[in-house]
């Protein structure tokens, strides 16, 4: 029957088979260094990479403190000696390392730290002279090798995101001992064009390969660029001064494709949106002065003059009306004080009386008659009645005592 193994038993065999073999035990490898990391507890992690392939790399805190004696950064060629083994959990292979050396690029590494310190003191890198990337690029200016991935990324983003816009090729060595000042060429060239924006870069490659863009002319040449430049070196790992002085970093050439050529089916929507807010605001505005219109027309057909004209005479009548109203209740007052006056008076006029039975006379000077004592025998009396008067003789005088 054929022998079935589990999982750890099978790395834990292969693990067996490197463990065994004493080439692997105390090996030097020379290659470039990647994702490298500094953990916490003091190990590092890193990739060591070549060409044709890369291997995982890790140092423990007490080899490091005996075996390294410099900063490993991303980049940097080195060599490294260990062992080779099989990590069983994972079921992966990686080198253990005991010592790491610089490989030649010693110099290298501390010559670009001096210039970007130089740089930045000098204000080179800093962002207050940064210059705005345009929102539509009708002319960009490339800046890269006539072959590679590179320049083929950036013409087939361009074209499928907006065929219109007219790309400019100034092609260059990328790296080289020529290479530094080509680019520097090419880019002051570029800008006298007066390109909307400039990409400057090239393809994936090691630390030496990508070194033109960290020379110094280069990096004046961006600065000094009136022209916004995207700076678009290497993967997105790798970082040189290009990245640091230019308006802006794209991660790869085929990003820095993407952030200069702005995508036309979203400029479409972007104009479609638009011209449906404009549609909205204008229909809200029509809708506002039609109601204005309107508003207005009717205030103006109660303003004519003949309204005007109407609406004073009704307001004239109102008064007249009102007017006599007044005077009409001021007149029935009147009457009504009138009437009370008058029968008042009635109640004391002397005729009232003499339609009640009773007369008054006078003597014949006129006088009213009074008393007994104004009248003597013989003397003629005017004796007033209701319908008339009466001449009468006074033939005799009584006196009440």
Known sequence: MEQVYTVAQLNRYVKGLFDGNSVLKNISIRGEVSNCKYHSTGHIYFTLKDSAGRIACVMFAGSRRLGLDF???DGMSVIVTGSVSVY???GKYQIYVNRISKEGLGALYERLAL???????EGLFDGVYKKQIPYYCKNVGIVTAETGAAIQDIINISHRRNPYVQLYLYPVPVQGPEAAVKVAEGIRYMDKLNMDVIIVGRGGGSFEDL???NE??????????RTAVISAVGHETDTSLSDYVADLRAPTPSAAAELAVRDINEIYKRMKDSAGELLNVLTKKVTGLRYRYELLSTKLSHNTPE???????????DI?????RIIEDKIAVYRNREHICIEKMKLLSPLQRLSGGYVYARIKDGEILTSVKQISDDDLLEITVKDGKIVAKCNEVYSEE
Do not use: G, H, P, T
């Open 216 to 225: 110094e002319v280069v990096v004046r040449a961006i600065f000094e660029c």
């Open 320 to 324: 007249e009306m009102s007017f006599n």
């Open 71 to 73: 900063v490993m950064q």
């Open 88 to 90: 069983e959990r994972d």
């Open 307 to 317: 309204e005007l004209i109407r609406q004073k005479r009704q307001y004239l009548m």
């Open 211 to 213: 070194f033109a863009f």
């Open 115 to 121: 210039l970007k310190q130089a740089l930045s003191d």
